[in-house]
């Protein structure tokens, strides 16, 4: 008996000294797996929180943990409303990150804690569109309402698992609207790897504007002296350059690195080496979306300048009130990922390209943008566009096979946004959720309800 207890006695003395020794190497080295969990969890809080006035545990509740990945339930939060500061840890003291709050610029991860935010220029005041003038010119809607889509937007399989905006634009004007509970047509939503398609857009105007073309080469000075040299904008835009890039978000990852432990987001990207030749080889990266800004940015007379240009060249022209494009530690957009604005004015930018890049009669981007914005790169099969957006939906299967007219295109995100261009159709569609990937939803089947339903 006397051996069992000692047996018994050395097994919990082992194992409260290694739970003590894991509770220690979490606080003192924490993995980087760790660190990327509570960096997610801080900049999606803060910016839901300062920016959309939504509450923080709502928040970490339904956005951080529900989607289900283990580790983030043990994330806790600590907000500071004063400093506009939110930090997460995991079991409340582990692998600390934090993300701040800068007016007209929403949250930025701290991937760095040694560099301080720095006060950044003030912004052109957004331009706000009367609520008594119809959409898109005002931000009225109601008197288009297509009573036949009611039903539609109200069918739980057509909407999908997680809905928290749907904008159905016809003609022009705002025909159905729906909205989940806690959200309307003010909260600005974060739209993922849409933003890559306005930051396309945004290269698009300068390239318009003759500070830049696509066809430019020799991008940055690190790539001077090998063969990046030869990497061209327009290979960076359709996501074949030939730069490596891991884009897996099951662990820690070149993209995962970038977006939660990287302080210059465009220099890791930059640096990455070339294992094909351009033009040869797909591989989506959120990384050259972000090299694509550093190199527009780069075009402008000055930082400030570079920081005021979306919202002076594009959020303004197209009333786009609601828009904020985030910015990492060295203020370079991170235009592959965080581009927060409401359903209405992610409606904006649908009806923008469907209007061929022209907005109250003025051309924003060139027609031959526009053409590369609809035309399939060389290297994916017919499933990517050459300007940072969707020949398919969700999926990659062909619109076809859920009877979606067959010239649609796509701006799509992770966790279920899309916006659904058809211009055979006259036709956006707007769909905003927290939905992944893995419950197998399809916008294309509510787009082709909705498609089916309209008279034109």
Known sequence: MRIVFKLLKWFFGALVAAVIAFLITIRV????????????????????????GRDAQKVLADDVQAPGNPILKAVMLDVDKDKGKVTARLLGYAAPRSSVYRPGY??????DEAIAPTALP?????????????WPTGNHAGASFDPALSGLLSDETLRGPGMRAIVVVHHGKIVAETYGPGFDD???????????????????RAAQMGLLSFDDKNLFPEWAKD???????????????????????????????????????????????????????????????????RYWMNKMPDKAAALAFPRKELFNPLGMQSAVLEV??????????????????WARIGQFLLQDGIW????????????????????????????????????????????????TY????????????????????????????????RPQTLLAAIAGKLKD
Not at 377 to 385: A, R
Not at 390 to 401: D, F, I, K, R, V
Not at 410 to 433: E, F, I, Y
Request: hydrophobic letters at 40%; proline letters at 6%.
């Open 29 to 52: 080295a924490p993995p980087e797996l760790l660190q990327v969990g509570d960096s997610y969890a801080a900049k999606i809080a803060c910016t839901n929180v300062f920016l959309a």
């Open 106 to 111: 929403g949250c930025t991860n701290l991937a």
């Open 122 to 134: 003030a912004l052109p005041q957004p331009t706000a569109p009367d609520a008594n003038v119809e």
């Open 186 to 204: 003010k909260t600005p939503l974060i739209g993922w790897s849409m933003t890559k398609t306005v930051n396309a857009i945004l290269a698009g």
């Open 227 to 293: 063969d990046r040299k030869d990497i061209s904008l327009k290979s960076l835009a359709a996501m074949q350059s030939g730069l490596a890039f891991n884009e897996d978000y099951g662990d820690v990852s070149d993209v995962t690195r970038m977006l939660y432990l990287q302080p210059d987001m465009a220099k890791f990207t930059i640096s990455q080496p070339l294992v094909a030749k351009p033009d040869t080889q797909f591989n989506y990266s959120t990384g050259t979306s972000i090299a694509i800004a």
């Open 328 to 345: 990492d530690q060295t203020d370079t957009f991170a235009s592959g990922s965080y581009l927060y604005a409401s359903a209405r004015d």
């Open 360 to 407: 109250s009669g003025t051309r924003l981007v060139s027609e031959d943008f526009m053409k590369m914005m609809r035309t399939a790169n060389s290297t994916s099969d017919g499933v990517y566009t050459q300007m940072q957006g969707w020949l398919t939906g969700p999926g990659e299967e062909p619109n076809a096979s859920f009877g979606v007219p067959a010239d």
């Open 410 to 441: 796509w701006l799509q995100g992770h966790d279920g946004q899309t916006v659904a261009v058809v211009p055979s159709r006259d036709l956006v569609v707007v769909r905003m959720g927290l939905t992944p990937g893995r419950l197998g939803y």
